[in-house]
């Protein structure tokens, strides 16, 4: 079973795509899917389907999703020959386990496991001064995204969670692989992508700072520093806040037009943004 959730929760069983569009199994099969080939307990799914308030009926009613999850798989298996191999059919598939539930891929594809597989090795090679692999390894795993995690299911407090999760990670990969752009020179392209990012997340300080050292790389001093002023005010009006000391020091850095900031001048060991970890300490 090949299955995604970086985006719109999708499962595909021998080619055939696994419609289920009622709200409590989708979240009972999202579960599943969201730890695939590990036992999800009766109680997880109890808690993410119905909180604190489950039915006297729950493990009947609960069953009766996994026998439609189950059903949807079997029909899915019916139109393969030999039904995959799998004498048990979707049991074999949707296993039940002591205390709950499995779902065995069978070695399928799972866009979450291949998008930590990929920003693993981008974070190696970044580790390894390898700027052109590790952008190239980011590249690919935020291209695995297509909206915001499990976006089209109805999360209960669990699937919340997971998807919180894994949003998180795909900002932090995406910042990654930014920063490798940028000591690549590239900050020329990164201006539009910036630009946007900085728009849809005012308070984010760490974009704003890439955003500010791609500007002023590309001779938009001027710019930059308009990015720095609009991050402080949302920062003031909104927290009270003033920006972090990493933001001041670029800021000073683009005032006094720092040679530090230069991509040709920048040494190996780098900050957030490209600015030399040692210059901060001073």
């Known amino acids: 079973m090949d299955i995604s959730v970086l985006g719109p929760f999708r499962a595909i069983q021998s080619g055939v795509p696994l419609h289920l569009t009622a709200v409590k199994p989708r979240k009972v099969f999202a579960l599943l899917a969201l730890q695939a080939d590990q036992v999800v307990s009766v109680a997880s799914l109890v808690e993410e389907v119905w909180g604190e308030s489950p039915p ?73 001064g390898d700027w052109v692999g590790s952008s190239a390894y980011f590249g690919r795993a935020l291209s695995l995204w297509h909206g915001r995690a499990l976006a089209d299911v109805q999360c209960g407090v669990l699937l919340e969670v997971e998807a919180t999760r894994l949003d998180e990670s795909r900002m932090s990969v995406l910042h990654r692989r930014i920063e490798a752009d940028l000591r690549l020179g590239r900050h020329h392209e990164l201006i539009g992508e910036l630009s946007g990012l900085a728009a849809r997340h005012p308070m984010h300080e760490a974009l ?71 210059a901060r300490a001073n």
Not at 76 to 87: D, R, S, Y
Not at 94 to 108: A, K, M, S
Not at 226 to 239: D, E, F, I, M
Request: net charge negative; aromatic share 4%; charged share 20%.
């Open 56 to 128: 006297r009926s729950v493990q009947t009613t609960l069953q009766t999703y996994i026998l439609q999850i189950r059903h949807l798989i079997g029909a899915a298996l019916a139109e393969e020959p030999a039904g995959a191999g799998l004498p048990r059919g979707a049991k074999s598939v949707l296993v039940t386990e002591p205390g709950g539930y499995r779902l065995d891929t069978q070695g399928g594809l799972i866009d979450a496991q291949e998008f930590d597989a990929l920003s693993s090795a981008g974070h190696r090679a970044l580790d390894q």
């Open 208 to 278: 704003h700072e890439q955003l500010m050292l791609a500007l002023y790389r590309a001779g938009r001093r001027s710019d930059a520093l308009v990015v720095y002023r609009q991050l402080r005010a949302s920062l003031n009006q909104t927290l009270g806040l003033d920006p972090s000391p990493s933001i001041e020091y670029l800021h000073r850095a683009v005032l006094d037009s720092s040679p530090q900031l230069d991509l040709e001048g920048t040494p190996a060991l780098f900050g957030v943004a490209g600015i030399p970890l040692l």
